[in-house]
C-alpha cells in the first residue's frame, strides 16, 4: 500500500507517511489544522484543493500568504472551485461569486453531486484537501438547511473512505471544532481511517498550538509505542507546519 508523506519528518519517520484513506482535520480556527493539509500538499506532486467558497483566483491569493516565503509550490496544485453551487441557494447576489449569468447558477448541480463526479475523474494515487467539512455540515438540517441530508453527508463520508481506499487516495477535511454538537462529531469521526485534533492551549505565559491524533490508522500504533502523548506545533513562513516539542507518558 502507497504512503502519502506530510512533510513533518516526525510522522512520516515512523512508517512512510499515511496510508491512503480520510482524515478529519478537526481544529480550533487558526490552530493548523488547514496548515497541516496544506504542507502535505507543498510536499506531493499530485495535489488537489477542493474550495467551497473561494473562486480559484481567490484562493490562489489566499495560498500565496500562508507560507509567504515558499510560493513556487502553490502553482502547481490543481483547484477544484464549488463556490457558485455553495451560494446559488443564499442571499448573496450572483455578481458577488461569478460574472456568469444568474440562470446558470440557479441550474446548477448540487454540492455532494458535484464532489461525486469530481472524486469519480480524480486521477489515482491524488492527495486531496476539501475546504471545508464546516461549510458541508451548515448546508444539512441540523443548521435548519435542506439542501443535504445528515444520512447523505454521512454516506457520503463513508462511501467516500471505501473510493480512498480502492484508489489510493489520501483525503483531508477540515471540520471546526465546536460547531457540531459531540454526537454528530462522533458520527462523522466514526466514518474516517483517522482524525487528527488541533487546538489552542492558553497558559499564563503564553498561548500554544498543540495537536493530537485520536485515530490514524496504521501509524498510531507505532506513535504509542514512543508514548507521544501531544505535539506542540508552530508554523514557519517557508516550511509550513512544523513540529517543535514532544510531549511524552513517562
Same mark, same amino acid.
Given at each position: 500500500?502507497?504512503?502519502?508523506?506530510?512533510?513533518?519528518?516526525?510522522? !512520516?519517520?515512523? %512508517?512512510?507517511?499515511?496510508?491512503?484513506?480520510?482524515?478529519?482535520?478537526?481544529? !480550533?480556527?487558526?490552530?493548523?489544522?488547514?496548515?497541516?493539509?496544506? &504542507?502535505?500538499?507543498?510536499?506531493?506532486?499530485?495535489?488537489?484543493?477542493?474550495?467551497?467558497?473561494?473562486?480559484?483566483?481567490?484562493?490562489?491569493?489566499?495560498?500565496? =500568504?500562508?507560507?509567504?516565503?515558499?510560493?513556487?509550490?502553490?502553482?502547481?496544485?490543481?483547484?477544484? %472551485?464549488?463556490?457558485?453551487?455553495?451560494?446559488?441557494?443564499?442571499?448573496?447576489?450572483?455578481?458577488?461569486?461569478?460574472?456568469? /449569468? %444568474?440562470?446558470?447558477?440557479?441550474?446548477?448541480?448540487?454540492?455532494?453531486?458535484?464532489?461525486?463526479?469530481?472524486?469519480?475523474? &480524480? $486521477?489515482?494515487?491524488?492527495?486531496?484537501?476539501?475546504?471545508?467539512?464546516?461549510?458541508?455540515?451548515?448546508?444539512?438540517?441540523?443548521?435548519?438547511?435542506?439542501?443535504?441530508?445528515?444520512?447523505?453527508?454521512?454516506?457520503?463520508?463513508?462511501? =467516500?473512505?471505501?473510493?480512498?481506499?480502492?484508489?489510493?487516495?489520501?483525503?483531508?477535511?477540515?471540520?471546526?471544532?465546536?460547531?457540531?454538537?459531540?454526537?454528530? /462529531? $462522533?458520527?462523522?469521526?466514526? &466514518? /474516517?481511517?483517522?482524525?487528527?485534533?488541533?487546538?489552542?492551549?492558553?497558559?499564563?505565559?503564553?498561548?500554544?498550538?498543540?495537536?493530537?491524533?485520536?485515530?490514524?490508522?496504521?501509524?498510531?500504533?507505532?506513535?504509542?509505542?514512543?508514548?507521544?502523548?501531544?505535539?506542540?506545533?508552530?508554523?514557519?513562513? $517557508?516550511?509550513?507546519?512544523?513540529? %517543535?516539542?514532544?510531549?511524552?507518558?513517562?
Amino acid at each position: 500500500m502507497s504512503r502519502f508523506r506530510t512533510g513533518i519528518p516526525v510522522l !512520516d519517520n515512523v %512508517s512512510g507517511g499515511l496510508p491512503p484513506g480520510i482524515v478529519i482535520l478537526s481544529e !480550533d480556527v487558526g490552530a493548523g489544522g488547514k496548515e497541516f493539509a496544506l &504542507t502535505s500538499m507543498m510536499n506531493y506532486p499530485k495535489a488537489h484543493y477542493v474550495t467551497l467558497t473561494e473562486t480559484p483566483d481567490e484562493l490562489l491569493r489566499y495560498l500565496e =500568504l500562508y507560507f509567504p516565503k515558499n510560493r513556487e509550490w502553490v502553482d502547481k496544485i490543481k483547484i477544484f %472551485s464549488l463556490s457558485k453551487e455553495f451560494f446559488a441557494k443564499t442571499i448573496i447576489p450572483f455578481t458577488w461569486i461569478s460574472e456568469e /449569468a %444568474s440562470l446558470s447558477l440557479m441550474k446548477s448541480e448540487s454540492i455532494l453531486e458535484k464532489l461525486v463526479e469530481f472524486f469519480n475523474e &480524480t $486521477e489515482d494515487g491524488s492527495l486531496i484537501f476539501v475546504d471545508s467539512l464546516t461549510d458541508l455540515v451548515r448546508k444539512t438540517e441540523v443548521f435548519g438547511r435542506r439542501e443535504i441530508e445528515w444520512e447523505d453527508l454521512i454516506d457520503f463520508l463513508i462511501g =467516500l473512505r471505501k473510493l480512498a481506499m480502492n484508489r489510493n487516495l489520501l483525503v483531508y477535511l477540515s471540520l471546526t471544532r465546536g460547531v457540531l454538537d459531540e454526537r454528530r /462529531a $462522533e458520527e462523522i469521526y466514526y &466514518t /474516517a481511517n483517522g482524525v487528527l485534533v488541533f487546538e489552542w492551549i492558553i497558559e499564563r505565559e503564553r498561548v500554544r498550538r498543540m495537536m493530537h491524533i485520536r485515530k490514524l490508522l496504521g501509524i498510531l500504533p507505532f506513535l504509542e509505542k514512543q508514548k507521544i502523548q501531544r505535539y506542540e506545533i508552530s508554523i514557519d513562513p $517557508e516550511q509550513g507546519l512544523v513540529v %517543535s516539542k514532544l510531549e511524552r507518558i513517562i
